[in-house]
C-alpha cells in the first residue's frame, strides 16, 4: 500500500536560513510526487509536482525539491525562508491511473523566527 | 487558473441535522474528491468521483453520502450531523495525470 512519512512534525527556523522538509513514500509504481503548502485557515496550495523528468524540479515561490528513487524521498528545500512562508507543509503521492487517489503525509508545520 | 468553490467557509450545524456541503469547479475536471483534515490526522478521503454519477468509497465514508449530478459540481452530504463530524472539509478537483486543487475548505461545527 501506498504511504507518505514527514518525520518532522513542527520545524522552527530563523527568517534568512535555509530550510529542508523530509518526506519519504512507498509506492508500487513509479510515483507522482506533491508539496502542498497551507496557511491557517486557508485550503492546499500546489507548490511543486514532479512527474517524470529532471528530478531536482522548482516550484512557486522559490521552493525546490529533489526526487531521489533510490532513497523513496522527495525533499522540500529553500535556500533563504521568509516569515510569510510560516504555515503547514503536505508531501503527497499519487498515480496516474483513472479515479487513483492520492496519499498525504501528516503534515509539517514550519514556524520562522524574525 | 483553477477555480475550487466550497460554498460556505464556516458552517453552524445541530446534532441529527442534515448537511449538504457544495463544492463547483470551473476546469472541466473529471475527478473531484472530498477530505477531510483533523489535527494530528492529516488529510483523509471520504469519497471521490471519477465521472458524473460515479463514485468511490475512499478511506472513511461511513456517515457520509455523495452526489455529483453535473460535472462540475460534487456534493457531500451527513445525512444525520453528529459531533464527531466537526471538522475542516475540503474539496478537491483534477484532471487525470495532474495535480488536485483545492477549495478553501469548509469548516464545520455541529454542536
Known amino acids: 500500500a501506498q504511504s507518505v512519512t514527514q518525520p518532522d512534525i513542527h520545524i522552527t527556523v530563523s527568517e534568512g536560513a535555509s530550510l529542508e522538509l523530509r518526506c519519504n513514500y512507498s509506492?508500487?509504481?513509479?510515483?507522482?510526487l506533491f508539496w502542498y503548502v497551507q496557511s491557517p485557515g486557508q485550503g492546499l496550495q500546489l507548490l511543486l509536482k514532479y512527474f517524470s523528468g529532471d528530478t531536482l524540479v522548482q516550484g512557486i515561490k522559490g521552493f525546490e525539491a529533489e526526487f531521489k528513487r533510490s532513497q523513496s524521498s522527495f525533499n522540500l528545500r529553500k535556500p533563504s525562508v521568509h516569515w510569510s512562508d510560516a504555515a503547514e507543509y503536505f508531501c503527497a503521492v499519487g498515480g496516474d491511473n483513472y479515479g487513483q487517489n492520492f496519499v498525504f503525509g501528516p503534515g509539517t508545520r514550519l514556524s520562522v523566527l524574525p | 487558473d483553477v477555480k475550487v468553490t466550497q460554498s460556505s467557509r464556516y458552517l453552524v450545524k445541530r446534532t441529527g441535522e442534515k448537511v449538504f456541503l457544495e463544492c463547483v469547479q470551473d476546469?472541466?475536471?473529471?475527478?473531484m474528491f472530498w477530505y477531510r483534515q483533523d489535527p494530528g490526522l492529516g488529510l483523509r478521503l471520504i469519497y471521490f468521483s471519477y465521472d458524473v454519477k460515479m463514485k468511490e468509497k475512499g478511506d472513511i465514508p461511513e456517515g457520509y453520502s455523495v452526489s455529483r449530478e453535473k460535472k462540475e459540481r460534487f456534493s457531500l452530504i451527513l445525512e444525520s450531523a453528529s459531533t464527531n463530524q466537526t471538522s475542516m472539509y475540503l474539496c478537491?478537483?483534477?484532471?487525470?495525470?495532474?495535480?488536485?486543487?483545492f477549495g478553501n475548505g469548509t469548516r464545520l461545527t455541529v454542536t
Open positions: 478537491a478537483s483534477r484532471v487525470v495525470g495532474s495535480p488536485l486543487h
Open positions: 509506492y508500487g509504481a513509479t510515483p507522482y
Open positions: 476546469m472541466d475536471h473529471e475527478n
